[in-house]
């Protein structure tokens, strides 16, 4: 099958506390959950979502480095869907609210933000909610 191009469906937790019900749910639709800790605030989502930073996997975390505690990090959650049919984008949605699982921020990742840093969606996010305030 020569050309044919395989999309893994992703979500990208940061700063969420108890990903338990997320890797429940996902794992029921296929969808690959990375924990994205304070280790990476400064990498891009590109290299995120494709693996390409040592501290990003799904089991453990990282230690934070110094450059980014001096920052100060945000106490926001953030959610990151990556490459997710329509299909498991509304029914992950569904479900988290049915669960009444609490996160503060979520995105989509697309061609423009997947160059962003962590730390540049965080901010774009925070823009945006603030003019629905």
Not at 26 to 41: E, F, H, L, P, Q
Not at 70 to 83: A, G, M, R, V
Not at 93 to 108: G, H, N, W
């Amino acid at each position: 099958m020569k050309g044919l191009l395989f999309i893994m469906e992703k979500l990208i937790c940061f700063q969420i506390e108890n990903t338990r019900e997320i890797e429940r749910r996902a794992s029921n639709m296929k969808i690959r959950v990375v924990k994205a800790d304070a280790s990476i605030y400064n990498e891009t989502l590109d290299n995120i979502v494709n693996g390409k930073i040592s501290s990003v996997n799904s089991t453990s975390s990282a230690s934070i480095s110094p450059a980014v505690t001096d920052n100060k990090l945000p106490s926001d959650s953030i959610l990151i869907f990556c490459d997710l049919s329509e299909k498991h984008l509304n029914r992950v949605l569904f479900e988290l609210k049915s669960r009444k699982v609490q996160i503060d921020l979520k995105a989509i990742l697309t061609p423009t933000n997947r160059r962003w840093t962590l730390r540049q969606l965080h901010g774009e996010l925070n823009r945006e909610r603030a003019s629905f305030t």
